[in-house]
């Protein structure tokens, strides 16, 4: 490799985030010089006192010791780096259309220290051309030097778009095993990225362009969403035909080529449920399916609530336990969660007494103000009604002795 490739020493990561930093830490950890740049000074103080604020197998322990061999440093203010990666959030305003404007404020923040030879790679999920607006933005600001849309290859800054694609709960491992697509604006940004990001990947650095690496990640989270919609709809579909759904689609998984995911009381977190609405803004006419999938996993939640309120007019003043707040199995993280919206919607709707137990986090958002956390055993002991929303592992050691009194619904499969 030509040492003009092998020149990144120092690295900064715009987004100190659930990607952001344990990819800085990795990193950081294979000897380059990371700094780690956040708007917020509390994530910042963290990180540099070696911990961490974020849930993830193993982070705490990669940050540790990255922060105390001086590899890895985070800080509110840019600084000068041979490439600069942003991993920042892309969500959605209103009626699903995608909101840039982390990305955009990324640019503003990187385009005052840019050099001569420097390389800009964006992680985040984006709608197709955000990493021609990228350049665009990064351009408008330094008329000094020239990018890939207009001095193609020799541009004095090089732009790529290189989507993160690891799992919640499995980063640290995913970030090295996964293949990484490098979809560049043109050959040298795409030889520059990869010569990066094979210090750390093991997988294969599989060369596109920048809209179709961005097409690529949409596509893979539309695939997982029109998937989980198809079992939700199934199971709506065995409720009302009096067929147990976890039986059915294991039956039809026994085909080879038959492999349905798995129902659940909607779809969660910040990926999943958003990327999607990223296909359809940029088609709506043509993106019907992935329409149609992101409208029955988001109806899913509302089932729930009809079912529960259904089952607890049964009783005077129902004892409800929620099983799960969390957006999905084993993590902390609250966002986008259809547990924690099903959970809010039963409290305003006042029925009966309502408890959570969510072994994951220490409290509950402020806003469900009232609302204790459970443990386990005092929710079972007292509840008339059992629902269980996420499959966290020490949920499923629940016998059936123990619920043999209650009414259950579990949306999740795990008490069959
Ligand atoms: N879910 C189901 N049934 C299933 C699988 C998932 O209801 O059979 C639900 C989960 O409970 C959760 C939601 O879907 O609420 C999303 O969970 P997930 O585990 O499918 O995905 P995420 O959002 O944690 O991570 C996804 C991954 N994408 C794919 O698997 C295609 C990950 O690889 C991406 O990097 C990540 O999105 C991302 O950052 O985009």
């Known amino acids: 490799m030509s040492t003009e ?11 100190l985030g659930y990607i952001g930093l344990p990819t800085a830490a990795l990193m950081a950890s294979r000897g380059l010089e990371v700094i780690g740049v956040d708007v917020n000074q509390i994530t910042v103080d963290t990180i540099n006192a070696g911990n961490v604020h974020i849930v993830e197998p193993d982070l705490d322990i990669v940050v540790r010791s990255t922060v105390t061999t001086g590899n890895l440093r985070a800080t509110t203010v840019m600084e000068k780096a041979d490439a600069f990666l942003v991993a920042v959030p892309t969500p959605f305003k209103e009626n699903h259309v995608p909101d840039l404007k982390y990305i955009e404020s990324a640019a503003r923040m990187i385009a005052p220290v840019l050099e001569k030879g420097n390389l800009v790679i964006l992680e985040s999920t984006s709608p197709v051309g955000t990493t021609e607006k990228l350049a665009a933005w990064l351009a408008e600001q330094r008329p000094d030097l020239s990018f890939p849309q207009s001095a193609g290859e020799n ?17 640290l491992q995913e970030l090295v095993s996964n293949d990484r697509i490098i979809g560049g604006m043109g050959k040298k940004s795409i030889d520059k990225a990869t010569a990066l990001y094979k210090q750390f990947v093991k997988g294969d650095c599989i060369p596109t362009n920048a809209r179709t690496a961005e097409m690529a990640k949409l596509t893979e989270n539309a695939f997982r969403d029109t998937n989980i919609a198809f ?5 709506l579909l065995c409720t009302k035909l009096d067929i147990d759904v976890w039986e059915l689609i294991a039956l039809a998984n026994r085909h080879p080529r038959v492999n349905i995911l798995q129902p659940g009381p909607g779809v969660g ?25 992101r409208e029955v996993n988001d109806s899913k939640p509302h089932a729930v609530i009809n079912e529960v309120k259904e089952k607890a007019t049964k009783f005077k003043k129902p004892k409800i336990a929620c099983f799960g707040a969390a957006f999905k199995a084993n993590i902390d993280d609250l966002r986008e969660s259809p547990a924690l919206f099903i959970i809010t919607e039963l409290k305003k709707a006042g029925i009966g007494e309502l408890v959570v137990v969510e072994p994951n986090i220490e409290s509950l958002p402020d806003y469900l103000d009232g609302l204790a956390l459970s443990s386990v055993d005092d929710a079972l002991a007292s509840a008339d009604i059992v629902v269980g929303l996420v499959d966290h592992d020490p949920f499923k050691l629940i016998t059936a002795k123990e619920l043999s009194t209650k009414i259950v619904l579990d949306y999740r499969g795990m008490w069959r």
Request: charged share 20%; glycine share 6%; net charge negative.
């Open 5 to 15: 490739l092998n020149s990144i020493k120092r690295v900064a990561m715009v987004g």
């Open 269 to 293: 977190g910040h990926c999943i449920a958003v990327d999607p609405w990223f296909i359809v803004d940029s088609a709506p006419d043509l993106a019907r399916m992935v329409r149609t999938a």
């Open 155 to 171: 541009a004095d800054i090089q732009v790529a778009h290189c989507p993160e694609r690891v799992l919640p709960g499995y980063v």
């Open 231 to 235: 079992a939700n709809e199934l199971s």
